[in-house]
């Protein structure tokens, strides 16, 4: 069995827009995608490593543990063999606390890249590639998400192509989510279950071709 490490935020754990709720595991990204390769004849397990708030490189200053970098290498470590983990942060790092803008968000998303190849992972076992998955753009914070994603809708601009070059130029393989789903109008950040749907089926045929099966 090859297994893919997800690592991400509340996109990826599934939060249901204007609410504190979770989409199931079968409507989620990830354990939509699972479950499509499975379909396609892929012996994988798909492990979910999905922290809400979770920065690239930043803390929150209101709760403890939101830095992407924090415990990082372990995880690759604690999850090895691994043959693939799929990167999708970037979002939390426009918060309304925060000053950040793309740029900022994609320096941190190297750095997290760079920690995962650096992991201290057990003699002989890969070092993991790393799918890069730009996160679909911030529309505009409606509900609870007013106060803290203000001014996210702009500060997020240009992500995408500024992951899309640091890809090229780390020689990772690159998603562009925004190119499939769109956060919802429900709260302008999280996605609605047809969004999970529609990224996982879009992600089957890219995370394929990387197991390197036929």
């Excluded at 709720?21 to 079968?26: C, E, L, M, S, W």
């Excluded at 993991?128 to 914070?141: D, F, K, N, S």
């Excluded at 130029?169 to 999280?190: M, R």
Aim: aromatic fraction near 6%; charged fraction near 20%.
């Amino acid at each position: 069995m090859k297994q893919i490490l997800v690592y991400g935020d509340s996109l990826s754990w599934g939060i249901v827009p204007g609410s504190r709720g979770r989409h199931p595991f079968g409507v989620r990204w990830p354990g939509r995608l699972e479950l499509k390769l499975h379909e396609g004849g892929h012996d994988v397990r798909v492990i979910e490593d999905c922290l809400n708030g979770r920065r690239t490189v930043w803390e929150d200053p209101f709760k403890a543990g939101r830095s992407g970098l924090d415990g990082l290498a372990q995880r690759i470590e604690v999850n090895s063999p691994l043959t693939l983990v799929i990167l999708m942060l970037g979002n939390n790092d426009f918060q309304s606390m925060h000053p950040h803008n793309s740029w900022h968000a994609a320096q941190g998303v190297a750095a997290l890249v760079a920690a995962i190849r650096e992991a201290p992972i057990e003699p002989g076992m890969p070092v993991p590639p790393v799918l890069i998955v730009a996160p679909p753009p911030i529309g505009t914070p409606a509900g609870t998400m007013v106060d803290k994603f203000g001014g996210g809708d702009q500060k997020c601009i240009g992500l995408a192509s500024r992951l899309g070059a640091l890809a090229a130029e780390l020689a990772c393989p690159f998603f562009d989510a925004g190119t499939v789903i769109h956060a919802s109008a429900t709260d302008g950040v999280h996605l609605d279950a047809d969004q999970h749907l529609a990224l996982g089926d879009a992600l089957v045929p890219v995370v394929a071709d990387l197991l390197g099966e036929d």
